[in-house]
């Protein structure tokens, strides 16, 4: 396949890189972040917008967006890893809806600040759709409340077999790398000092430590997502499990009027081991998926970013959904942070502060971390600080070899799972 060799089509869509300076040596601050992805900006953003006084840093070991943030499907949903049902039985009807809410309210949210930052970040609210294309995957889709039948489906999204779906408006399409790399800037501009090229070896209470020098700060915020792992006292937070993307080249517009997505929605299927799409602003077909292996002892490697053998069946279902043999021009992914329950969190204790473990879902779900830290922080009470995530603590994941071994056990039967249901 021939494909680039940037760390996301996104990202390379930019142009190179400037770096910020990296930190000078010792400081200190009211509040340190660590990550420059989607959680550390948006909590500077919001901390920043409450709170102008304080004094904040954000510490990047590479450049903001270089992790998750840049590399994403460009998906901002309103999605949430964990069924509501689940949220319902444990926290009740009432707090499983406020974060229904919330989520979906920060698809707006986003939109909004890129607006008001003058963020052109290709931000385009067309919902998302899920098609059913197996018998099994109908009978799913029709467990759904947001349910559509096959001729609705395949109005939005002109896939093949299509015999159903569902529906949602709470999905934008955007461009994650111009979002974050945006983000960084407004930050700034709000007077929050970024230090990239500044990799964290050690955090605890009251202080970071870098290669470069200490940061002390009375809080500390953790927004490492899927490089959780690489944190002395972290190896089992968080699973890093690796997505895989492809992008096409531009397809003429006589494609696009079979395949459909005129507004730009984002598009899956009821498979069980995940894939997502997006039409991009400049009428690409951008597509990842689930199934490249998990590392064992929670490795992060720049090489676990390319797995050919991935990236083949990504092509291969792009020409299965869609009849069609567009030309791969980009191929890359990543890592992303998966607790062990599934469940996202947000928190404050004893002076450090976390948010993550989105399962993929995060650029939405960043933002509203990002708000919720803020309030935390600052001490205000509001609806954001009574969400179910908010303190949650996931069991750590299982040592070593059983991490290995669970993981990818799940990963080969889900996709055996699947082709028994289109068999």
Same mark, same amino acid.
């Given at each position: 396949?021939?494909?680039?060799?940037?760390?996301?089509?996104?990202?390379?869509?930019?142009?190179?890189?400037?770096?910020?300076?990296?930190?000078?040596?010792?400081?200190? !601050?009211?509040? /340190?972040?660590?990550? #420059?992805?989607?959680?550390? =900006?948006?909590?500077? +953003?919001?901390?920043?917008? $409450? %709170?102008?006084?304080?004094?904040?840093?954000?510490?990047?070991?590479?450049?903001?967006?270089?992790?998750?943030?840049?590399?994403?499907?460009?998906?901002?949903?309103?999605?949430?890893?964990?069924?509501?049902?689940?949220?319902?039985?444990?926290?009740?009807?009432?707090?499983?809806?406020?974060?229904?809410?919330?989520?979906?309210?920060?698809?707006?949210?986003?939109?909004?600040?890129?607006?008001?930052?003058?963020?052109?970040?290709?931000?385009?609210?067309?919902?998302?759709?899920?098609?059913?294309?197996?018998?099994?995957?109908?009978?799913?889709?029709?467990?759904?409340?947001?349910?559509?039948?096959? !001729?609705?489906? /395949?109005?939005?999204? #002109?896939?093949?077999?299509? =015999?159903?779906?569902? +529906?949602?408006?709470?999905? $934008? %399409?955007?461009?994650?790398?111009?979002?974050?790399?945006?983000?960084?800037?407004?930050?700034?501009?709000?007077?929050?000092?970024?230090?990239?090229?500044?990799?964290?070896?050690?955090?605890?209470?009251?202080?970071?430590?870098?290669?470069?020098?200490?940061?002390?700060?009375?809080?500390?915020?953790?927004?490492?997502?899927?490089?959780?792992?690489?944190?002395?006292?972290?190896?089992?937070?968080?699973?890093?499990?690796?997505?895989?993307?492809?992008?096409?080249?531009?397809?003429?517009?006589?494609?696009?009027?079979?395949?459909?997505?005129?507004?730009?929605?984002?598009?899956?299927?009821?498979?069980?081991?995940?894939?997502?799409?997006?039409?991009?602003?400049?009428?690409? =077909?951008?597509?990842?998926?689930?199934?490249?292996?998990?590392?064992?002892?929670?490795?992060?490697?720049?090489?676990?970013?390319?797995?050919?053998?991935?990236?083949?069946?990504?092509?291969?279902?792009?020409?299965?959904?869609?009849?069609?043999?567009?030309?791969?021009?980009?191929?890359?992914?990543?890592?992303?942070?998966?607790?062990?329950?599934?469940?996202?969190?947000?928190?404050?204790?004893?002076?450090?502060?976390?948010?993550?473990?989105?399962?993929?879902?995060?650029?939405?779900?960043?933002?509203?971390?990002?708000?919720?830290?803020?309030?935390?922080?600052?001490?205000?009470?509001?609806?954001?600080?009574?969400?179910?995530?908010?303190?949650?603590?996931?069991?750590?994941?299982?040592?070593?070899?059983?991490?290995?071994?669970?993981?990818?056990?799940?990963?080969?039967?889900?996709?055996?799972?699947?082709?028994?249901?289109?068999?």
């Amino acid at each position: 396949m021939d494909a680039d060799l940037s760390p996301s089509f996104w990202l390379a869509s930019l142009g190179p890189v400037t770096r910020r300076d990296p930190l000078p040596g010792d400081t200190t !601050a009211d509040v /340190a972040i660590v990550g #420059g992805g989607y959680t550390g =900006l948006w909590t500077a +953003y919001y901390l920043a917008v $409450a %709170a102008p006084h304080l004094r904040i840093v954000v510490l990047e070991a590479e450049y903001c967006g270089y992790g998750a943030s840049g590399r994403n499907g460009g998906w901002c949903s309103g999605l949430f890893p964990v069924p509501y049902e689940r949220l319902a039985r444990r926290y009740g009807a009432d707090r499983a809806d406020a974060m229904t809410q919330a989520l979906a309210d920060a698809v707006d949210e986003v939109g909004r600040v890129a607006a008001a930052e003058s963020i052109d970040c290709d931000y385009t609210k067309g919902g998302t759709v899920s098609l059913a294309r197996t018998p099994a995957q109908l009978r799913r889709a029709e467990a759904s409340p947001d349910f559509i039948d096959a !001729a609705k489906a /395949a109005a939005i999204c #002109g896939a093949t077999h299509v =015999l159903g779906g569902t +529906y949602s408006p709470h999905c $934008a %399409a955007l461009h994650p790398a111009k979002l974050v790399r945006g983000l960084a800037g407004a930050v700034e501009r709000r007077g929050v000092t970024v230090h990239e090229g500044t990799r964290v070896r050690r955090i605890e209470r009251g202080r970071v430590d870098t290669e470069h020098g200490t940061v002390r700060a009375p809080t500390v915020v953790r927004a490492l997502e899927g490089y959780t792992a690489a944190l002395p006292g972290h190896r089992r937070t968080l699973a890093p499990v690796y997505s895989l993307m492809v992008a096409t080249a531009p397809l003429d517009a006589a494609t696009w009027e079979r395949i459909g997505l005129a507004r730009r929605e984002t598009f899956t299927d009821e498979r069980h081991l995940i894939v997502y799409g997006q039409r991009t602003a400049d009428d690409r =077909l951008a597509f990842g998926g689930r199934g490249a292996p998990y590392h064992f002892g929670s490795r992060v490697k720049a090489g676990y970013d390319r797995d050919p053998a991935v990236f083949a069946a990504l092509r291969r279902t792009i020409t299965e959904m869609f009849g069609i043999d567009a030309p791969i021009e980009h191929a890359w992914g990543g890592p992303l942070g998966i607790p062990r329950d599934w469940m996202p969190s947000v928190g404050v204790q004893d002076g450090l502060a976390w948010s993550g473990g989105y399962v993929g879902d995060g650029v939405a779900a960043s933002n509203l971390g990002g708000r919720t830290l803020a309030d935390l922080i600052t001490g205000d009470l509001t609806v954001r600080t009574t969400l179910p995530w908010v303190g949650h603590r996931s069991r750590p994941w299982e040592p070593e070899p059983l991490r290995w071994l669970g993981i990818n056990a799940a990963l080969r039967a889900t996709a055996v799972r699947d082709a028994w249901e289109r068999r």
